[in-house]
């Protein structure tokens, strides 16, 4: 059974950074991309907003229109991992944060982590 585990949340003041990781474990093929999505508080009947995603093959990158400039996703795809650099962060960046994994030839993100909290307070 595949597993993506987050780690590296917790708690930063306004303009401070955090850098979040995600493994997978129990998986052998290579993800096609891999991603992170955000959930804040008192929207959990909202879709998860997307954050930034990698693809395996060129390492083409793209960000939400919210973090642009300032959080960095980087991989090693032959080991499927995924990491988020987050500078400059902002009270409005407090979220759940989830890691997420989409197989080749698959429309839609088919693996998802349990998430890690990410506190911004100002």
């Known amino acids: 059974q595949v597993r993506l585990v987050e780690s590296g949340g917790g708690f930063v003041q306004a303009g401070g950074s955090l850098r979040l990781s995600c493994a997978a474990s129990?998986?052998?093929?290579?993800?096609?991309?891999m991603a992170w999505f955000r959930q804040a508080p008192g929207k959990e009947n909202e879709s998860r907003e997307f954050?930034?995603?990698?693809?395996?093959?060129?390492?083409?990158?793209s960000y939400g229109h919210s973090v642009k400039g300032r959080f960095t996703i980087s991989t090693d795809s032959g080991e499927n991992t995924v990491t988020l650099q987050m500078n400059s962060l902002e009270p409005e960046d407090t979220a759940v944060y989830y890691c997420?994994?989409?197989?080749?030839?698959?429309?839609?993100?088919?693996?998802w982590g349990r998430g890690t909290q990410v506190i911004v307070s100002s």
């Open positions: 997420a994994g989409r197989s080749p030839g698959v429309g839609n993100f088919d693996d």
């Open positions: 129990g998986r052998t093929l290579s993800y096609a991309a």
């Open positions: 954050v930034a995603l990698i693809r395996s093959n060129g390492g083409e990158t």
